[in-house]
DNA sequence: TTCGGTGCAAACTCTTTGCACGACG
DNA sequence: CGTCGTGCAAAGAGTTTGCACCGAA
């Protein structure tokens, strides 16, 4: 009871599929696996790509159909990047925080900062909005690119 | 020349598209005219529709098209809200704002705060990032929703 | 046997592009 | 004319879905 807060994803999924009568399967856990391998913001379409240069092949479709299970129980998350893709990132483990990007080179840094936090709660108390989420992005020239 | 940074949207656009030699044609007007009417987070197929609505029938592709042009321009500028379409809003005439969003009815509000922006600021220079843009979404239920 | 799960291909949605025609200097 | 702009339809890109088969309880 200690460990309440420090499961690994593959078993909070677990736990989510059994809730819904769904099972973990090889294809599922290949695709968890390898989202949660690379802790980097990933389209879809790198899931795939990377599995396949592994010689496990899993259909595009099954991949889509994991990920959105993974969004549905709060596992990972979409962010948007300005980038014409939609990226994702696990949440799971990981402080909430923003993202700071490269327009020239395309990198992306995170930052947490609780002063920026707690100044979006005080926003969403003076809007009378219960804040849910909240997300911040920064766009710049990082310093290699200058 | 006091009227400098008062010119409409149609000037700005019109100089702008001289510049490149290019021509306010017809339709051209009525995608911005359509744009600039509506204050409002609006989608391309919006714009389809709406100048359809009124018989003027411009070809989806003028008005993709077109977009490209005012995005060019600087006088709109892609938002991501959460959703799964592209919006724009215009930016031409508002200050820099962010937006709260609510989960439930979907309503957008627009904000300015000059903390925020400050700390945004700070966070840049902390990070060695020469800040070239920024945007800041909170997500949350409206009083109406509540 | 019964379902959920998978793979494949077709379908869908939004957006872009190729091409021929039309407008305008 | 020569070029730019338009409309249309086709092509793309990413994602979803329908369907038949497969595999574990």
Redesign the interface.
Same mark, same amino acid.
């Given at each position: 009871m200690a460990d309440k807060g420090h499961k690994t994803e593959l078993e909070i999924f677990l736990g989510f599929l059994n809730k819904r009568g769904k099972s973990l399967t090889n294809q599922r856990k290949l695709v968890i696996e390898q989202i949660f391998r690379v802790h980097k913001h990933l389209e879809a379409d790198d899931i795939v790509q990377a599995l396949r240069k592994k010689n496990q092949r899993v259909a595009r479709a099954t991949v889509y159909r994991t990920i959105k299970l993974l969004e549905d129980c709060g596992l990972i998350k979409?962010v948007?990047l300005?980038s014409d893709y939609t990226y994702y990132e696990h949440t799971h483990g990981h402080l909430h925080h923003e993202h &700071?990007c490269? *327009?020239q080179c395309g990198m992306v *840094?995170e /930052?947490t900062?609780p002063?920026?936090e707690e100044?979006?709660r005080r926003?969403?108390k003076d %809007? %009378? /909005?219960?804040?849910?989420?909240?997300?911040? !992005?920064? /766009?710049? &020239?990082? !310093?290699n690119c200058?």
């Amino acid at each position: 009871m200690a460990d309440k807060g420090h499961k690994t994803e593959l078993e909070i999924f677990l736990g989510f599929l059994n809730k819904r009568g769904k099972s973990l399967t090889n294809q599922r856990k290949l695709v968890i696996e390898q989202i949660f391998r690379v802790h980097k913001h990933l389209e879809a379409d790198d899931i795939v790509q990377a599995l396949r240069k592994k010689n496990q092949r899993v259909a595009r479709a099954t991949v889509y159909r994991t990920i959105k299970l993974l969004e549905d129980c709060g596992l990972i998350k979409k962010v948007d990047l300005g980038s014409d893709y939609t990226y994702y990132e696990h949440t799971h483990g990981h402080l909430h925080h923003e993202h &700071i990007c490269c *327009e020239q080179c395309g990198m992306v *840094e995170e /930052f947490t900062d609780p002063v920026l936090e707690e100044r979006i709660r005080r926003v969403a108390k003076d %809007n %009378n /909005f219960k804040l849910t989420d909240h997300s911040v !992005q920064i /766009f710049g &020239i990082c !310093q290699n690119c200058m």
